[in-house]
């Protein structure tokens, strides 16, 4: 069975078994990792292995910091503008879909937002070229969505602006190489490319983070989560995270699983283009490489699509409940043999359809 889910998504076979056999009694501590101070030394271990992976997956310098936090993507779209939208300042967003729509609603609860750009009229079908974006040279960071999940579009560049990007990452972090010179902040919640649900990446540069208002509620600040480890973490999904990212490493890093990924969606868009049974709901200059979205001509028959893929061990292809139609997510952890299976069904499925 091959499992195409959006997220929480499959993770690898090889980081499943680790836990399992190390799960009763981790490291010699005598007790699981659910089991033990998140003060202790063997926790210390885990928790700055992945920090350090994380940092050498991506290239991040040490001004930038990295941090396990909880509440989910959803949680970035309210902290965000609360450390860093000043009341007599204003924020630039760029809407790409169904998250960086939720996300602008969120910063609305802050303070005066803009939207410098959207494809929200083209059922956001693209990703509107950086040179006609609307900006605001005072804004105080422009956010973005560089893979919009639901909506199949992904950025094809990183934005480098007058001002720090911050961008929802969460369904293509560490799926690319990153250019990271524009960004100010990107975050991600695990659970498509990274590890379990349960804690959510945030990146953060050290010259942005200067910038937060103050004072914010504890908790919410991300100055105290980067000065120390100032509460319980999550630490089961970290010790998970931790095992991900030795996997990438090992696996060659970014740059190896961006050639596998590429490879991967380009078999699928490529199935897509050949047929005149199918069709992708995203312009070629804007898909993703992630999510790759399309529809049957005949959308009565994409029911029938989706059961019959189940039946053959090809698992949650159906669409955001929104959209509707079929999504295939291609996160790093699925093989490329999942490709290679649900090509040859949906040629198997024209020709007996069609
Ligand atoms: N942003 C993007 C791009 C997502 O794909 C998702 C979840 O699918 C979210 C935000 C919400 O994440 P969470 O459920 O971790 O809050």
Not at 56 to 75: I, N, P, T, Y
């Amino acid at each position: 069975q091959f499992n195409f889910s959006a997220g929480p998504a499959v993770l690898p076979e090889e980081v499943l078994l680790e836990a399992k056999n190390e799960l009763p009694v981790y490291d010699h501590v005598g007790a699981s990792v659910m089991e033990i101070s998140h003060r202790s030394a063997a926790y210390d271990k885990i928790e700055e292995s992945a920090r350090e992976h994380m940092k050498k997956l991506l290239g991040l310098s040490d001004d930038w910091h990295v941090l396990f936090l909880q509440g989910g993507a959803s949680m970035q779209f309210y902290q965000v503008p609360l450390n860093f939208l000043p009341e007599d300042g204003s924020a630039d967003y760029v809407i790409t879909g169904r998250w960086g729509t939720k996300a602008i609603k969120e910063a609305r609860r802050v303070g005066d937002v803009r939207v410098a750009a959207s494809s929200e009229d083209d059922d956001f079908s693209h990703v509107p070229p950086v040179e006609e974006w609307d900006l605001n040279p005072d804004a105080s960071y422009v956010h973005i969505t560089t893979n919009e999940t639901v909506n199949g579009n992904q950025f094809q560049k990183d934005p480098n602006l007058d001002v720090p990007v911050v961008t929802d990452a969460s369904s293509e972090l560490l799926s690319r190489p990153m250019d990271l010179d524009g960004y100010g902040m990107i975050y991600a919640g695990a659970q498509k490319n990274v590890g379990p649900a349960g804690v959510t990446i945030v990146l953060i540069h050290d010259d942005f983070l200067q910038q937060r208002k103050q004072p914010l509620p504890t908790m919410l600040d991300y100055g105290t989560h980067a000065a120390k480890r100032f509460n319980t973490p999550p630490v089961f999904p970290i010790y998970m995270v931790e095992k991900v990212l030795r996997w990438l490493d090992d696996l060659g890093g970014v740059d190896a699983i961006h050639a596998i990924n590429q490879r991967k969606s380009q078999k699928l868009y490529n199935a897509i283009d050949g047929s005149d049974f199918y069709r992708g709901t995203v312009d070629e200059d804007s898909r993703s490489m992630m999510n790759v979205t399309f529809r049957l001509v005949e959308e009565d028959l994409e029911p029938v699509f989706i059961k019959k893929a189940k039946e053959n061990g090809l698992l949650s292809l159906g669409g955001h409940r929104t959209v509707g139609g079929m999504r295939a997510s291609l996160y790093n952890a699925l093989p490329e043999e999942a490709v290679d299976t649900l090509v040859a069904f949906m040629k198997e499925f024209e020709r007996t359809h069609g």
